[in-house]
């Protein structure tokens, strides 16, 4: 059994389009916020966070209204096709917006922009779940960790065409000295890579006839079904299957709880502590970024051979590892070190280990009409965790200090691993193929 590369980096597509999206919206909109329209930074940062409360409600929601849905165009693409079209309009509204009130200021056009931002986050939020859940709507689940390695690999890749694409457009040599930046072209790029992305993916990817495959393959090839039938012919999962999901579910928010305080608070915890400059920790975020992408692709293959959980637990490890480091590297230096460097490069392989194999976990546990509620499961769990963590992590850093940014994370991680011990299900089988053979990938 062999991924089709070829095709996962296609429906990868939808989700390198989000990543462009999401890369710009938390880099531009607080800029638009505080500079043009003055807002202080408890009101920005509550407009910000609107993006995670949205998304508690509808990834699942829509995750599992397209699980219902059945079109000659398929179960997701209706939704991604759509959710697209929609956000590529409503953004190209904000630096209109932005530029309209730099010229003339009116407290309208702050609501205006704001209405406009929530249909905006609305619209991005009913297709999220439906382009997650395509992979492994067409996947066999051996090879969901080898295939969400690709869609991880591929939303990097969107967010790294959008720094390319905004250091070009926005270089200090082009900005430095204006009163007011507009964001018309970068926006009318990002909306046009939206676009042609999902355009790409429609053209050449038949969702209801790799699902059909997918089917037959699966008829093919019996697994254990871990559903059961209740009294009234329903099926439900079992109480172990519940249980290691619930699980599960929890370590995906302790884990996000750690991982996201350090994305969070790192540039200012390393100005206080070690008097770093914004572009010394920017770069540390940036190799970790880099250690992620590059491990990818290598980590989906080892968990197709020891198995996600272990992998998982391994990351968990290795991230825990760090984050003490870190406190470590505080409690020794007051000044940078190089090793940061290193240490977030280790960051970056332990969160791929940890992210490609999460997600098909999640939904190997049930059946494969309800993957997409279940993706969207995944994510209500991740964003709540992503909701908290900076309140949290912030109220301590303000109350105890910067130095307790790293135990912190630390200690949720650990927390993670004990969870995850008591998943039972959701793993996958090692493979067992050896010699020129674990070499064959299929391309077509």
């Keep these: ?77 209706p939704f991604i096709m759509i959710g697209t079209a929609l956000a590529a309009v409503l953004m190209e509204f904000l630096p209109m917006l932005d530029n309209s009130y730099f010229v003339r200021p009116a407290q309208g056009k702050i609501v205006t922009f704001i209405v406009c931002l929530g249909a905006l986050l609305i619209s991005m939020g009913t297709y999220r779940s439906p382009a997650v859940a395509l992979m492994p709507d067409v996947t066999p689940k051996p090879l969901r960790s080898k295939a969400n390695a690709v869609i991880n690999l591929m939303g990097a890749v969107g967010g790294a065409i959008y720094l390319v694409i905004a250091g070009v457009l926005y270089s200090k040599s082009r900005t430095e000295g204006l009163a007011h930046v507009d964001y018309t072209n970068l926006f009318l790029i990002v909306g046009m890579l939206m676009v042609v992305s999902v355009l790409i993916l429609f053209f050449t990817t038949d969702e209801n006839k790799l699902h059909n495959e997918l089917l037959e393959y699966e008829k093919e090839h019996p697994e254990e079904d871990l559903a059961e039938t209740d009294g009234s012919g329903a099926e439900v999962l079992p109480k172990d299957v519940k249980r290691s999901l619930a699980f599960i579910l929890v370590s995906i928010s302790l884990w996000f709880i750690g991982y996201n305080a350090v994305t969070t608070w790192f540039t200012t915890y390393a100005s206080e502590m070690w008097g770093m400059a914004l572009g010394q920790s920017s770069t540390c975020l940036t190799i970790g970024t880099a250690g992620a992408i590059v491990s990818y692709i290598p980590i989906g293959m080892i968990a197709s051979r020891i198995g996600r959980k272990k992998t998982i637990i391994a990351g968990c490890t290795l991230l825990c590892l760090c984050f003490t480091s870190g406190f470590i590297v505080t409690m020794l230096t007051s000044e940078f070190s190089p090793a940061l460097y290193v240490m977030f490069a280790l960051v970056g392989l332990a969160w791929a280990a940890i992210n490609v194999n999460s997600l098909p976990m999640v939904v190997e546990m049930c059946k494969g009409s309800d993957i997409g509620k279940f993706t969207g499961y995944y994510y209500t769990f991740s964003m709540a965790a992503q909701v908290f963590t900076p309140i949290a992590s912030g109220w301590l850093i303000d109350h105890i200090g910067y130095k307790s940014l790293f135990p912190y994370s630390a200690l949720f991680v650990l927390a993670s691993i004990a969870t995850m011990t008591q998943v039972k299900h959701g793993d996958s089988r090692p493979d067992v193929v050896k010699g020129i053979e674990a070499l064959d990938v299929e391309m077509d």
């Design 1 to 77: 059994m062999k991924l089709n590369y070829k095709r996962t980096f296609l429906i990868g597509l939808a989700f390198m389009s989000i990543c462009a999206f999401w890369q710009m919206y938390d880099n531009v909109i607080p800029l638009i916020l505080k500079k043009t329209f003055g807002l202080d930074s408890v009101v920005s940062g509550a407009i910000m966070a609107a993006d995670n409360v949205c998304a508690l409600f509808l990834l699942p929601l829509f995750g599992s209204i397209s699980d219902k849905t059945s079109t000659r165009f398929g179960r997701r693409m």
